[in-house]
């Protein structure tokens, strides 16, 4: 790996209820290097949205983190102020979301509001924000970007809209693009073609990029390595191509199990039994135990450590606590 942008050491975030607090995200630890691009999966609740929401220093006013903490480009980030964030925020990182319809302001014309960008993270001049906003629509596909710059959100469709949220993501060049579940609303045509433009992002402005999804198959398209999440922890971590040859932790085969494939046409698609388990009732074993087909009565009482299995290799499970081959 490049040397590395992003560094989040033993990390937990926990929701505060009354006087209790539940941890949804436990000793997370990982590394993105300078242009990598990394994908974290799992089903919703694993905790992957609250991973990059921590990045953004945007956590719900009833989460906080409660231990680790994390590191941009060398900087601190976990106990910045809000003054630091908003420092951090567009220049070093920023992000694009699932719905940019409920992103983008309604009343604003697109192009301006990627100039607004610039005028607020880089202090350039109104025309300087105009050209850098006309320059970045080009360069994510729009087309007359002239006229496109005073329309409003309303008049664009939804992979246009996409495309400006990259557009205001990348213009004031920061070094990590966080994008979480980009395309989960779009047609599977414009999905395709705002992975493609992602991936062209990263190789042309060199933006390393942490691509957030449910979907295995989504990942695959963009991502040299992969991170499974479930229930707050990561499970596996992992290049890309050795997650989808040689899945290690039951979880991730149930996940690649459940991906359609023409092989698999007409069969009914594999789901992975039951749902993971609510913040509130998360026992001491492991968190999958309730759902593993390899599930053991040690699995039941003992939740399992990271284990390095080889020197890019990260599995959480009992079956290869040796660190070597499964029992
Ligand atoms: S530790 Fe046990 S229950 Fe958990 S994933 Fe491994 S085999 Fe399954």
Redesign the pocket.
Known sequence: MASALLEIENMEVAFMLGNKAYPALQQISFKVGEKETVGIVGESGCGKSLTSLSVMGLLPETAAITKGGMTLDGKPLASGSAQEWSGVRGKLVSMIFQNPMSALNPLMPVGKQIAEMTRTHLGVSKQEGKRLALDMMGRVGLSRVDRLYDDYPHQLSGGMMQRIMIAMALVCSPKLLIADEPTTALDVTIQAQILDLLRDMNRELGTAILFISHDLGVIREVCDRVIVMYAGYIVEDAPVGDILERPK???TAGLLQALPSVGKRGRPLYTIPGRVPPLADRGTG?P??GR?P???DL?EAVA?ELTETSPDHRVR???YADGGRAV
Do not use: E, R
Request: some cysteine; glycine content about 0%.
């Open positions: 932790h039951p979880y492991c999958f135990a593993c390899s599930a053991t699995c399992p499970c009992h079956l």
